[in-house]
């Protein structure tokens, strides 16, 4: 009788037979679905996050960005914004932030704002990075599937080159900077 | 509103590929496959080390990798740790005679739980030993640790630390001082003088290292 026979490299292999074969999706192929965090009370309202995401230590330019959606009507309760933890809720607390989850591998990543499940705002300074391409990937997979995808940079940033990229599947948006 | 992802290290003595040959056990043992390698560059007036966007390439060697990398001024190796079914990405850039580092996560791994390790757990041990296999004298990560590809100074760090002010930066927060940096002594002492973040927790590691991390819940 034959023995198992073991793949090789090459092969695709079955992650019904063979754990080792039970891999992440590719970045750019995930089918993923948003899941929005369990919000306190006193949160509901955006400003009431907001400040509750300077307790945290947000940076200046996600503050500026929230501040900016919430005055443009884009945002219009407090779950709709990620956000760390406090230093009283560090160690104990319950994660804030809004989840995109794959059903394929499981894969999670963290969105900073979603308005509603097909829509989602990324807030953030462009650092180029495996972590940001990764993302632009996923982002532009999500535009494929018909999700409105927002990026909000600093206005000082819109010129760049990578922001040309962006701009092949998101609406781009730059938040002036208050200071 | 992201969980920070990047971690900074002193720069190690020594070239590129020998700092990636260092950490081959670890990477063996956590079940690291490389995926994509990328090339860093020196900007024109060397002002910065950036990351070249269209230079990904499929790969699963690292030694395919590096000798890709021959004329690039550095090499960022994407990995999956498929032991934990989450993404790690570490960077190498020359800088004279030594080699910059950095390390990325995916926003997952600084949260990953198990039934056997508590949240955090698994990135503070991971982080301990890449730092003590690099042989380096610093790592650092927190929101005080931006993205930058610049290896980390001790002077500053220390002037914080000794003042306390670093002891209450906000969390999460990692920091690991090599002995010959900071005294046990001393450092015994700058915790009894200051105050601390409650959460911010110090051990001092057999291999020749002062921790404070409030990465473990």
């Known amino acids: 009788m034959a023995g198992k026979r073991k793949p090789k490299d090459t092969e695709e292999r079955c992650p019904r037979t063979d754990p080792e074969a039970e891999t992440l999706c590719e970045p750019g192929t995930h089918s993923e679905r948003l899941y929005y965090p369990e919000v306190p009370p006193d949160e509901w309202h955006p400003k009431k996050r907001i400040e509750k995401m300077r307790e945290a230590g947000a940076d200046r330019f996600e503050i500026e960005a929230a501040e900016y959606d919430y005055a443009e009507g ?38 900073d704002q979603a308005p509603s499940p097909d829509r989602l705002v990324e807030a953030k300074d462009q650092e180029a990075r495996f972590g940001g391409t990764n993302q632009i990937r996923n982002n532009r997979r999500m ?21 040309d990229t962006l701009r092949e599947f998101a609406r781009v948006v730059g938040i002036p900077s208050k200071s | 509103m992201s969980t920070p992802t ?4 002193s720069p190690f003595k020594g070239t590129v590929e020998s700092a990636i040959a260092r950490t081959a056990l670890l990477r063996k043992q956590l079940r690291f496959r490389l995926r994509e390698a990328a090339r860093l560059a020196w900007a024109r ?13 499929k790969t699963n ?30 960077y190498f850039w020359k800088a004279d005679k030594n080699t910059g580092m950095a390390l990325e996560t995916d926003t997952q791994i ?28 610093l790592s650092a990560y927190g929101f005080y640790c931006p993205v930058e590809y610049k290896s980390l100074e001790a002077q500053p760090l220390l002037k914080e630390l000794r003042d306390g002010s670093l002891l209450l930066r906000p969390l999460p927060s990692f920091l690991m001082i090599a002995d010959e940096l900071l005294s046990q002594a001393e450092m015994a002492s700058i915790l009894r003088s200051h105050k601390k973040h409650p959460s911010l927790h110090y051990r001092h590691i057999d291999k020749g290292y002062h921790l404070l991390s409030s990465i473990t819940r």
């Not at chain 2, 990047?6 to 290290?9: A, E, L, N």
């Not at chain 2, 949260?111 to 380096?136: I, N």
Request: a negative charge; aromatic letters at 8%; hydrophobic letters at 35%.
């Open chain 1, 74 to 111: 884009d945002i219009t309760h407090g779950k709709q914004l990620s956000r760390g933890l406090t230093p009283q809720e560090e160690g104990h607390g319950q994660s804030q932030m809004i989840l995109a989850v794959c059903t394929v591998c499981r894969q999670k990543r963290e969105i």
């Open chain 1, 143 to 163: 535009a494929e599937q018909n999700r409105d995808v927002t990026y909000k940079i600093p206005e000082s940033q819109l010129h760049q080159r990578r922001t």
């Open chain 2, 6 to 9: 990047w971690v900074r290290f």
């Open chain 2, 45 to 57: 007036n060397r002002s910065k080390v950036e990351f070249v966007d269209d230079s990904l390439v």
């Open chain 2, 61 to 90: 060697s690292e030694k395919e990798a590096l000798k890709r990398a021959e004329d690039w001024d550095g090499l960022a190796l994407s990995y999956e740790v498929t032991s934990i079914k989450a993404l790690t990405y570490l």
């Open chain 2, 110 to 137: 600084p949260h990953f739980a198990s039934d056997q390790l508590p949240e955090g757990k698994w990135f503070e041990e991971f982080l301990c030993r890449y730092t003590v296999d690099m042989g380096a004298s």
